[in-house]
């Protein structure tokens, strides 16, 4: 049984019946991916003690890292601890520093502490308690054979700031000594099959760096963890292979770890100067949203037109009525009008226009649900792209991706101005 390896378990009924979607299981194993812990296995089960207890030994079993997420409450379905005592084979006890902790957090909101919560202070015997700094629930650890077993709440910003704080650190400790960094590159603009192939050789099995790719909405995440003797040594291969793999895939990495689009466009705005303003149709007002979402944006986003109708088109943004009944308010003609005439009323170095289908109605065999057409007008004239995102998409993941490909044609104009 590998070190390397762990087993998620989610708890509760939500989950299973699919009334709420178990988030929790995809946050933890990619953060354990980047400590180059592979996750093997996961496993939903209802607030069932029987159930929990199965699938804890069932995980204990096939790796040597078990979390379980969930079913900490002071309710009467969160038996979470119940069934992971039964695995453990041992009673429940009260503790009396987690008592404290839960009576001290209500005291700190000027209530008394419920008498259901007390349950909340119960731990496995011969476990430890995990302390929750955010809420009443406290953590679990214990061992089970050869796994650790490690228990934590359901409630997201209560699960993630325990594994930080708390877990993160005593699986980096048991290492062996040796350090380990990580680091995940983004790219846009390829397909994950696309980049796979231009770092294929990085990517091998058993190789030092681990590498791997995730995608996500268009965005492909390049994953790099490496472990060495020392920290150094373990920084010297991870800057190494992060060096290669943006010279191999050269302007398709935009950015790092949790940045978005709108994040390094508007710092490459900011740091070059330069405005923009945006004249949306199908995206209704998405790309100004993201451009604004940056703290500082009131330095280079001076304006949004959100003209859906054509009329919208001719009044605001000037695009010539005789150009829509020719060509049709979703076409390339009316994308760089619309840039244009954002820019020019604006007073901006950059415009950009999107028209397009997001349906899922008003799609035709010629221009099906999915047709986008957005052009970028800037210092040096303007260009437009097609784009057929499909209509197999939702709605909002069409305008999620127009809005994205436009983030991602201003950011190459932009690098284009600075080489």
Known sequence: MSSGTAAIISIGNELILGQVVDTNTAWL??????????????????????????????????????????????????VTRQGVAKALGVELREDPVCLEHVKAFFAKRGRTMPDMNRVQALVPAGAQPIANTCGTAPGIRAQL?????????????????????????????QAGGRALVARKLLCFGAGESDIANQIADLMKRGRNPLVGTTPHEMIIGVRVVATGASPAEAQDLLDQDLAEIRRRLGDLVYGQEDETLADVVGHMLIAAKRTVAVAESCTGGWLAKSLTDISGSSAYFLRGYVTYSNQ?????????????????AVSEETARAMAMGCKARAAADYAVGITGIAGPTGGTAEKPVGLVYIALAGPNGTEARKLLFG????????????????????????LQRQG
């Open 312 to 328: 919208a088109k001719s009044e605001l943004l000037g695009v010539p009525a005789r150009m829509i009944d020719q060509f049709g």
């Open 145 to 173: 054979g050869r796994a650790t077993i490690y228990v934590v709440p359901g409630v997201p910003l209560e699960m993630q700031e325990m594994f930080v704080r708390s877990i993160k650190p005593e699986l980096l400790a």
């Open 29 to 78: 194993a990619g953060r354990l991916s980047e400590l180059g812990i592979v996750t093997t296995l996961h496993l939903t089960v209802g607030d069932d003690e029987q159930d929990i207890r199965r699938a804890v030994v069932q995980a204990a079993e096939k790796a040597p890292i078990v979390i379980v997420s969930g079913g900490l409450g002071p309710t009467l379905d969160d």
């Open 391 to 414: 209509e197999h998409l939702l709605r909002w993941q069409i305008r999620d991706r127009a809005t994205k490909v436009a983030l991602n044609m201003l950011r190459l104009a932009l």
